[in-house]
């Protein structure tokens, strides 16, 4: 048997959306314990790890107590670094060394589901790595400086990256084996610069990240009208 964590990162600046997000209420709720809920009651991931804004570790600890998350498993809080690749370094030190495979997720995805979780999990075992995402369905246009349409860019084979991504641990350890030159918005990205493919798993639920406060107003909805049906 596998032993297998997951590491939620909260620990952005919230610039875009105006406030902390990851706080923000969705149907009553704090947005970030709705991912931390569903790992938390997943029983294959042993451990799991939280990666918040240094200096919001207590808030983040309070939120725990009041949700009663942390009655379903322990969850370490650690302190984030200067960007999310950092942060995510910052974790994974964080992991007990039994650890063999590793989920990522950013914590401002709170629609994420077990299927997902277990979808990725199941690929990432097939192929050492694997991360959620959607193929690219729109029409898309490179712009020029004065944003008029410069050229189309064929969209065969493009895909739109979500979260979770599951990994090999010892694919995220040879992350910290040398410095990068550039700030890599994921780990399927890093691994890509050491010639490490993820697989990629295929997903047509709504998994939205809030970025802007119109996202949170289609969290909300989506949720509305779950309750409903």
């Known amino acids: 048997m596998s032993s297998n964590a997951a590491i939620i990162v909260a620990a952005g600046s919230s610039l875009r959306f ?3 997000k990851l ?3 969705v149907q009553g709720r704090p947005l970030i314990s709705y991912s931390l809920q569903t790992f938390a009651a997943i029983p294959f991931i042993e451990e799991m ?3 918040v ?6 808030s983040f600890h309070e ?3 009041e949700m009663n998350i942390d009655g379903l498993k322990k969850i370490n809080i650690v302190p984030g670094g200067k960007n999310r690749h950092e942060s995510v370094q910052h974790g994974f030190r964080a992991l007990s060394s039994n650890i063999e495979w590793v989920a990522i997720h950013d914590g401002a995805r709170p629609l994420i589901s077990r299927m997902m979780i277990e979808n990725c999990f199941q690929k990432a075992l097939e192929h050492g790595a694997a991360a959620l995402a959607a193929p690219v369905r729109e029409t898309l246009h490179r712009a020029d400086e004065k944003n008029l349409a410069g050229a189309t860019v064929d969209r065969t084979h493009l ?4 979260t979770p991504q599951v990994f090999r641990k010892a694919y995220l350890k040879s992350l910290q084996a040398s410095e990068e030159k550039t700030s890599p918005t994921d780990e399927v990205s890093a691994l890509l610069q050491r010639g490490i493919k993820a697989y990629l798993v295929e997903n047509r639920e709504p998994n939205i990240k809030v970025t802007y406060p119109d996202d949170l107003d289609l969290v909300n ?3 509305s009208t779950a309750r409903k049906l």
């Open 18 to 20: 105006g406030e902390d």
């Open 23 to 25: 706080m923000a209420l």
């Open 49 to 51: 790890v939280l990666v």
């Open 53 to 58: 804004a240094p200096g919001r570790e207590a």
């Open 63 to 65: 939120l725990l107590r």
């Open 159 to 162: 895909w739109s990256m979500q």
């Open 221 to 223: 909805g989506y949720f």
